[in-house]
């Protein structure tokens, strides 16, 4: 399984005055697309499931997270969105009142990560149960006023979101999600998207943007990952099935997917955007994480939560859907329910598209790929 084999010693920050300006400063540094995190453990509590919460809060992930029932999960998922982003700099406010078992979890993920882990004490000496914790990996010491400065922290650069008003928003490449073939993965080195003259249905910034804040919220890194790959690369649930930990690139940056018996457009290695690439690295890391398995099936759960939902179910939890039949012109009557998000199965990327099941049920085919002359 993932470890970082010499991760950094952690580093004790003393604030014996308990400064409401060194908080501000630790507070402020909190930028997670700079690599730097910021918790502040929730008070009244020893419960280590609540600071992995707070973490994975911190992360921009919705808590509490579905599926287990175990402490160790929430672990495993901070872990591997904090190699995923990555976070460099993890920074603990009240470290003094942390319980041994939170400290000895915090230690663990430093272990598994090797992020910096900066421990701030809002009192004069180290607690008991830290210098315990500590007595075995080694710390070094540092004063708040040389490390929590704010003159020299800048602001973070936060990321303009586009306005998400939850509305539907209808993507093309989720036209062709729905398959019933099997495709079997193989040990290929396929040509890339570009070389087969394949490019899915176009995703435009403002678009791409909504879509990765709604992912972003979910702490289950194989949810996200399977619906950004569908989105990104407008294959089909068996294309889908067959990617494996190996097939993503390791920087992320691109994603192979099997189509053995070329039903479709063959196996290929898809460009993976700026905006995928955490998700599908998250899913990565959650694997090799938890068993150290590059051949696992990317878009799973090692981890084996119960109670998820599907992805097409995930899909529509987030709002997101193949573009639907023109609605009827007729007004809905008071009190209707409205109407089921329709998923058709369409033949549009197949390789002999005449013998392909197609059942559109009034949906818009999406436009044909471009392929090589």
Sequence with gaps: ??????????????????????????LTM?????????IHPTPGTDSTLTLAHNLLD?????????????TAPAWTLA????????????????????????????????????????LICHQPKLSASLERSLAHTGYDMADADAVLSQDDQAPPQTRQAAADTAEWISLPALTTLTSHESSPACTCTPPTAAERGFRPPALPTRIAIRVAHRLDRTAHPHLAAHLAAAVVTAASTSQLNTARVLDLALDGTTLTLHDRHNV????????????????????AFTHLLATGERSSALFTDPLGAHGLPSLKDFAEHLKLRPPQPPPLRRKPRKGQQPTATIWPVSGAHHARRWTAEENMQGCPQPQPPRHRP
């Design 1 to 26: 399984m993932l470890t970082c084999p010499h991760p950094p010693p952690p580093v004790v920050v003393l604030d014996p005055g308990d400064d409401a300006a060194h908080t501000r400063a630790a």
């Design 30 to 38: 909190h930028d997670p697309a700079a690599g730097r995190a910021t």
């Design 264 to 283: 479709r457009q063959g196996c290929t290695t898809h460009p993976v955007p700026d905006w995928a690439q955490p998700l599908l690295r998250a899913a």
């Design 58 to 70: 911190a992360l921009g992930k919705t808590t509490p997270v579905p599926g287990y029932r175990a």
């Design 79 to 118: 872990a591997a969105w904090i190699l995923a982003l990555p976070i460099s700099r993890l920074t603990v406010l009240r470290a003094h009142l942390l319980s041994a078992r939170a400290l000895d979890d915090l230690l663990a993920l430093r272990a598994r990560t090797g992020v910096r882990l900066y």
